[in-house]
T-cell receptor
């Protein structure tokens, strides 16, 4: 079965700084890859997804992620973080009848 | 169009009671998922329905948990003889076909006293 690892439990960045959230997965083939965001008191919202094709995918709110097969990674990036980006971010892997989520990375944005 | 809805939004129950949580998926979505999110934890997969196929129940933590999906639409997650460790937010999601592009409901916060 596939698994997802988000190595960073908590990250703090200054507003305006760049951001990279790490995600590594384990699966025998290329799965579907997702990033979701959960703001405090809110439901999960899909930021972006990778199914196939171009390995750099653009999402909402200025986020992007790059699929690197050789590293089994799908890291999320944003060039300039806004205070409203403070939230919990989840990487997810989907394949066949299964969907697995990472434990999440909590992002704090300093003014 | 309407998103995924869940009811109730909050449920407080006593240990040992049964609870039912409801999920209304997005119309036309054939796949439906239930997850559990405990405080400070990630999402724990519980069960997956796809069309008329037998559900994938591999994530259900015990036989106290069951779920059904009627008419390929609404789903009910039932927890029998609730325990305090069942306290969590229960999230439902739906997707179209096998895309796994899931749309989440707001969740039901279950508190077992």
């Amino acid at each position: 079965a596939q698994s997802v690892t988000q190595p960073d439990i908590h990250i703090t960045v200054s507003e305006g700084a760049s951001l990279e959230l790490r995600c590594n997965y384990s699966y025998g083939a290329t799965p579907y890859l997702f990033w979701y965001v959960q703001s405090p008191g809110q439901g999960l919202q899909l930021l972006l997804k990778y199914f196939s094709g171009d390995t750099l995918v653009q999402g909402i709110k200025g986020f992007e992620a790059e699929f690197k097969r050789s590293q089994s990674s799908f890291n999320l990036r944003k060039p300039s973080v806004h205070w409203s980006d403070a939230a919990e971010y989840f990487c997810a892997v989907g394949a066949d009848n299964d969907m697995r989520f990472g434990a999440g990375t909590r992002l704090t944005v300093k003014p | 169009g309407a998103g995924v809805s869940q009811s109730p939004s909050n449920k407080v129950t006593e240990k040992g009671k049964d609870v039912e949580l409801r999920c209304d998926p997005i119309s036309g979505h054939t796949a439906l998922y239930w997850y559990r999110q405990s405080l400070g934890q990630g999402l724990e997969f519980l069960i997956y329905f796809q069309g008329n196929s037998a559900p994938d129940k591999s994530g259900l933590p015990s036989d106290r948990f069951s779920a059904e999906r009627t008419g390929g639409s609404v789903s009910t997650l039932t927890i029998q003889r609730t325990q305090q460790e069942d306290s969590a937010v229960y999230l439902c999601a739906s997707s179209f076909g096998g895309t796994h592009e899931e749309y989440f409901g707001p969740g039901t916060r279950l508190t077992v006293l």
